[in-house]
């Protein structure tokens, strides 16, 4: 048994990359001067991330696997999570993490989102099963605070800042899907509340025992609704009612049908519930009527920026256990050597890491620098910039989530790969992240959602005036790039296939509406390759300003440049062909028979 290449590895936090991309890519020191984010600091960050990293390796990651093997069961129609999750639960709440981005009037700590976006890689990185859970709650806060009556949040938002209660969302249904419009579950007036009645499925941690409460996000009609999704409201959903004193006291009717049975993640409990079994199960509106959908993507965007960061986190894990295997796994005799070696010293696999790294090193970067602009958008005190960054983060957040989701599931694959005939059995832990993954290009709209988010929402609405303004953003580099040879030429290359696949994109739709949709996919992955040459660009500029003055660290701004430069050469060439299929290839895309 190889256990010293497989579950039982520690998972040790990147500080130094992390720390780099915070700074660099991020600009930390600029998010720090908003308008109430003062108190983060270089230190303060630095203690917050060492905290951060000591649960993540000593609490989370070792009951990561075990949490796989034994999973969430239904028992007696309650939900019970496995062995080590109400403890590490309990000393997550008890370090205040899940407060860390939201106002200190809530009981939370009010740091910048990109400091809590650098502290949640950490936590599903080491355990991403476990990490679903205040990721979730966290979504839920932000509808709450964004929407939610001054009532509603003082007498919810606290204790769910603290983490004392956690939060779900509630959108779909069996016969809906992905398409809100279907949903059919209904709400009535009684009171000063509500009752609500039906079924929704895919809910992610909508039963548990780790806290004491659990409140529902539900997406429901009420009787004068038009029909689609102009008809939808959101209602808060307790699973307890809360008694004279604020505190959790009789059963709400929410009741847990069933689990999923599911290809990975098998720690998170994804349910089925049901709504108003008997009398209705009691629930308060969220804002005005009929504009729930609408409320709904305040959740589901910092959701998808969230479920990018999943891919990340994965994708480290994942980079650093495939890394580890292959500095010890001795096999083979490495070209032009006498004796065997580790397998790190073969070409191909060396090839197989270098991708793995540069696309974790590209990831990172693009969920911080979305968490930067999002401060900045929240914050900031001139209105034209707050505007100008809302702008890239509306633009990216489709980026983020898709692309982020679709490399963390090649770098899992890769990982698996890596490890041969050991990476496809179980007892390694590299298939489990491999199993993992694969959610994440579902969760909150797939892949394909996304795309046609960037096509329509983000490209066409605006005849591709926010594209450009955002390219305008990612040009600033492009001459301070060019003294670095292939890194810089090949950037200039990907802007300049991205401007022409935009600008295809805009006639073609003139034409058939139908032509940008089929492609969308890859003009979504062409703007993540090109936004990683954007961020490899500034990462080797940054280095190669430090090299000479910080010797000490002069092997980690070297790995950064070998870096910027592998993907310049391995993957920036994409940017073409992915353009050429755009302009080219919808038609054939449209060509198969229903």
């Given amino acids: ?81 496995p062995s080590g999750w109400q403890q590490a639960y309990q000393t997550f709440v008890e370090g205040g993490w899940n407060g860390l981005p939201f106002p200190q009037r809530f009981g939370g700590q009010g740091l910048p989102r990109l400091v809590a976006t650098a502290v949640d890689e950490l936590w599903h990185a080491a355990n991403m099963s476990f990490a679903l859970c205040p990721m979730l709650t966290q979504a839920a806060i932000e509808a709450l605070m964004t929407h939610g009556s001054d009532a509603l949040q003082q007498t919810w938002l606290p204790k769910m800042v603290g983490g004392e209660w956690a939060g779900t969302m509630n959108l779909t249904e069996p016969q809906a899907g992905s398409d809100l419009g279907a949903i059919r579950a209904r709400a009535e007036a009684d009171g000063d509340c509500y009752r609500l009645y039906g079924q929704k499925i895919f809910i992610t941690y909508g039963d548990q025992d780790l806290t004491s409460n659990i409140v529902h996000m539900v997406l429901a009609r009420l009787p004068d609704a038009p029909p689609g999704v102009k008809g939808i409201s959101m209602f808060l959903v307790p699973k307890f009612l809360l008694d004279e004193n604020g505190d959790p006291g009789s059963r709400n009717d929410v009741r847990t049908v069933s689990l999923e049975h599911k290809l990975g993640i098998h720690a998170s409990p994804t349910c089925v ?68 070696a580790s397998i790190i010293h073969h070409p191909d ?133 060019g003294s670095l040879d292939e890194i810089g030429d090949a950037y200039r290359d990907g802007l300049a296939q991205l401007d022409r696949a935009t600008a295809w994109t805009l006639e073609a739709a003139t034409a058939d509406p139908r032509l940008p ?14 936004c990683g040459g954007w961020l490899m660009a500034k990462s080797a500029r940054a280095a190669q300003g430090r090299l000479d003055d910080d010797v000490a660290n002069a092997d980690f701004y070297r790995d950064k440049l070998a870096s910027a430069s592998f993907y310049a050469t391995h993957v920036m060439p994409q940017a073409a062909a992915l353009a050429n299929t755009i302009v080219h290839g919808a038609e054939a895309a449209l060509a198969l028979r229903g």
């Fill in 517 to 530: 949709a089929a492609v969308s996919f890859y003009y979504l992955k062409l703007w993540g390759v090109v």
């Fill in 349 to 481: 696999v060396q090839r197989m890491l270098m991708t793995m790294r540069c696309q974790v090193q590209v990831m990172r970067g693009l969920c911080y620098v979305w968490a930067a602009a999002f401060d900045a958008a929240l914050r900031h005190t001139d209105a034209e910039e707050r505007a100008r960054q809302q702008q890239f983060v509306d633009l990216l957040t489709p980026v983020v989530k898709g692309c982020c989701t679709e490399w963390g599931n090649e770098v899992a694959s890769l990982g698996v790969q890596v490890h041969g005939g050991m990476g496809y059995v179980e007892e390694t832990g590299a298939a489990q992240h491999f199993r993992d993954a694969r959610i994440t290009t579902i969760y909150e709209g797939t892949t394909g959602i996304q795309a046609n988010d960037l096509v329509g929402r983000k490209i066409l609405r605006d005849q591709g005036s926010g594209a450009r303004q955002v390219m305008a953003i990612m040009r600033d580099i492009e001459d301070a790039a």
């Fill in 273 to 340: 519930l049901a709504y108003g079994d008997t009398e209705g199960a009691v629930g308060y509106l969220v804002g005005e009527r009929h504009r729930g959908l609408e409320y709904m993507f305040t959740m589901m965007n910092v959701a998808r920026h969230a479920v990018g960061v999943e891919g990340l986190g994965i994708a480290e894990r994942a980079y650093q256990q495939a890394l580890a295997y292959a500095r010890e796994r001795i096999q083979g005799r490495p070209i032009g050597a006498s004796e065997q």
């Fill in 1 to 81: 048994m190889l256990s010293k290449y497989g579950p039982a590895m520690s998972y040790l936090a990147p500080l130094d990359d992390i720390t780099f991309t915070l700074n660099e890519l991020a600009g930390l020191t600029d998010v720090a001067a908003l308008p109430g984010c003062e108190e983060a600091s270089p230190e303060l960050v630095a203690a917050v991330l060492e905290e951060a990293a000591k649960l993540a390796r000593d609490v989370l990651a070792p009951i990561n696997h075990s949490g796989d093997r034994e999973g969430s069961r239904l028992v007696d129609g309650a939900v019970v999570t």
